[in-house]
C-alpha cells in the first residue's frame, strides 16, 4: 500500500541554520504530497503542498520540490527560527478516482527544535 | 471563523468503558475525516463522511469502534469496550467539498485507557 517515510529525528538546529527534513514515499499512481506542521498544543496546520512532479511548494520561508525520479519531497529552510520549533509531518494524498477518498497517509513525523 | 472543534480535549477511561468523541466541523463543510495518532507516530486514517454517508471506514481497527454523522455535520466517534491499545490522540478533519480540498484539522482528543 501507499506509504510515507521520513528521516528520524529529533533534529536540533540553532537559530539561522538550515534546515532539510527528508521524506519519500511509495505509491501506485501519482499522489499530491503535503508538510504539516503542529506547534505545540496546536492542531496540524498545512504548511505547503504539490500535486504533481516538479511542482514546488513554499510558504514562511520552507519550500518544497516534488521529485518523481527519487519518489522524494524533502522540507528545506534557509534559515530556521525558535519559533519554527514543531513536530512537522510528510503525507501523500492519492489523486480522484478510485476509492480513496482524499484520505491523508502520514509519515512518523519529525521533531524540530530550534534554540537562540 | 471557527475552525474545526473537538470535545472532549482529554479523556481517562477504564478498560472496558464505552466512549464517545465529538467532532464539530468547520461550517459547511461536506467532507468529514477521522485519524488516530498513536504517540510519537503520523496520524493514521480510521474513516470518511460526506455528508452523512460514511463512504469509507476501512481503517477503522475493529468492530469496537464506531462512527456516524447523522445531520451530515457533527461527528462522533463511538468506541466501545475499551482496551489499552485504543490509547491515542484522536484527530477529526474537514474539508470543503471535494476529495481534492484542503483538510483542516481540530486540535484532537487524547484518550488514555488505564
Known amino acids: 500500500g501507499d506509504s510515507v517515510t521520513q528521516m528520524e529525528g529529533p533534529v536540533t538546529l540553532s537559530e539561522e541554520a538550515f534546515l532539510t527534513i527528508n521524506c519519500t514515499y511509495t505509491?501506485?499512481?501519482?499522489?499530491?504530497l503535503f508538510w504539516y506542521v503542529q506547534y505545540p498544543g496546536e492542531g496540524l496546520q498545512l504548511l505547503l503542498k504539490a500535486t504533481k512532479a516538479d511542482d514546488k511548494g513554499s510558504n514562511k520561508g520552507f519550500e518544497a520540490t516534488y521529485r518523481k525520479e527519487t519518489t522524494s519531497f524533502h522540507l528545506e529552510k534557509g534559515s530556521v527560527q525558535v519559533s519554527d520549533s514543531a513536530v512537522y509531518f510528510c503525507?501523500?494524498?492519492?489523486?480522484?478516482?478510485?476509492?480513496?477518498?482524499?484520505?491523508?497517509?502520514f509519515g512518523q513525523g519529525t521533531i524540530l527544535t530550534v534554540h537562540p | 471563523g471557527a475552525g474545526v472543534s473537538q470535545s472532549p480535549r482529554y479523556k481517562v477511561a477504564k478498560r472496558g468503558q464505552d466512549v464517545a468523541l465529538r467532532c464539530d466541523p468547520i461550517s459547511g463543510h461536506v467532507s468529514l475525516f477521522w485519524y488516530q495518532q498513536a504517540l510519537g507516530q503520523g496520524p493514521e486514517f480510521l474513516t470518511y463522511?460526506?455528508?452523512?454517508?460514511?463512504?469509507?471506514k476501512s481503517g477503522l481497527p475493529s468492530d469496537r469502534f464506531f462512527a456516524e454523522r447523522p445531520e451530515g455535520s457533527v461527528s462522533t466517534l463511538k468506541i466501545q469496550r475499551t482496551q489499552q491499545e485504543d490509547s491515542a490522540v484522536y484527530l477529526c478533519a474537514s474539508s470543503h467539498r471535494r476529495a481534492a480540498d484542503t483538510q483542516y484539522f481540530g486540535p484532537g482528543t487524547r484518550l488514555t485507557v488505564l
Open positions: 505509491a501506485t499512481g501519482y499522489p499530491s
Open positions: 503525507a501523500l494524498r492519492m489523486n480522484a478516482g478510485g476509492t480513496s477518498y482524499g484520505k491523508l497517509t
Open positions: 463522511f460526506q455528508n452523512e454517508a460514511q463512504l469509507d
